[in-house]
């Protein structure tokens, strides 16, 4: 979490908890019930989801289930019909089942309909383009789920136009872009929480409590690898689908021909997008390192590492690799591309 430290949270200070299918972690605030008193319309955080795709539509069911959220408006580049593509990228309810703004805009209408909420139902809008929907003043808090590339543009924007944010991991897609986006938050005074859901797993909180407590002697190494990333034959180029738009969905990274697997679940494997697997899955397992490592305000001091890169084809992120990580203390973490899991070795065991 990233708050300006002098920010008093009141219903525009974002959620007093994560949504359903959410966790936001680090140091959370928590917020009283009596904060937001009755639940008056008027005393819902009002929601604007950005990113409609199969992780999109699980945040936004999420925040649809919580009585003091409100989503008033949907953007995604992308009007109905969109297939994704590549492993669990159909979870979170959606397989079968059409994405983009119209459907968003639909379930949201649909679900509080059906919960006839006295006074405080109103028409959800539909965007193409996200500038849009922070624009409006309504609005208090925006939901990033888009490709990594379109995280701090977004995230910028809405902070600046004095919205409270949740985005997805990875925050942002390089350290630069990062750090801009902190200090934005510190400056306008914004809350913005960025999740790993792992966090919330019971089996890995108690180890971290095992580990931090000293229970296997003084923590020395870190193994952690969560297998590695796919390549992909060139592709040739495709008709953009019809309702895509795709000029806005490139932004700010370099024009390319269109092709299926270039947008939607596999953008992770292209670095105009996105860090390939090592900041898809190795978010999680790294997040889960610091966290037991005790390091979540601060990191490694050293890294040194190698990888395999494909040689030709559509994605071009690491396939394989191992890194070497050496913190402050002595403890060293090596992460590779092997076997998935974590292993924590310490003086006692």
Known sequence: MIAAMDTTITRRGFLRESASALSIFTIPSVVPYSVFGSNAP?????????GLGGMGMGNLRGFLNKKDTQIAAVCDVVASGRTEYGPNANGYGNKGKDLGREPARQTVEQYYASKNRAGGFKDCQAYNDF????ARTDID???????????????????????DVYCEKPLSLTIREGRVLADAVRRYGRILQTGTQH??????????????????????????????GPSCRPQSPMPIPVGFDYEMWLGQAPRAQYTEKRCHYYFRFIWDYAGGQVTNNGVHALDFVQWANGTDLTGPVEIEGRGEFPKDGLFDTPTNWNIEYTYADGVKLLFSSG???????GTEG
């Open 42 to 50: 008027s005393n819902r955080v009002v929601i604007g989801c950005v």
């Open 199 to 228: 966090r919330s797993n019971s089996r890995r909180r108690f180890i971290c409590e095992l580990i931090r407590n000293g229970r296997i002697g003084k923590l020395r190494t870190i193994r952690c690898s969560i297998g590695g």
């Open 131 to 134: 500038r849009d929907l922070v």
């Open 141 to 163: 808090a925006v939901v990033v789920t888009t490709p990594d590339h379109w995280h701090v543009p977004i995230a910028l924007a809405a902070v600046k136009a004095g919205k």
């Open 339 to 345: 076997k998935s899991g974590v292993r924590f070795e």
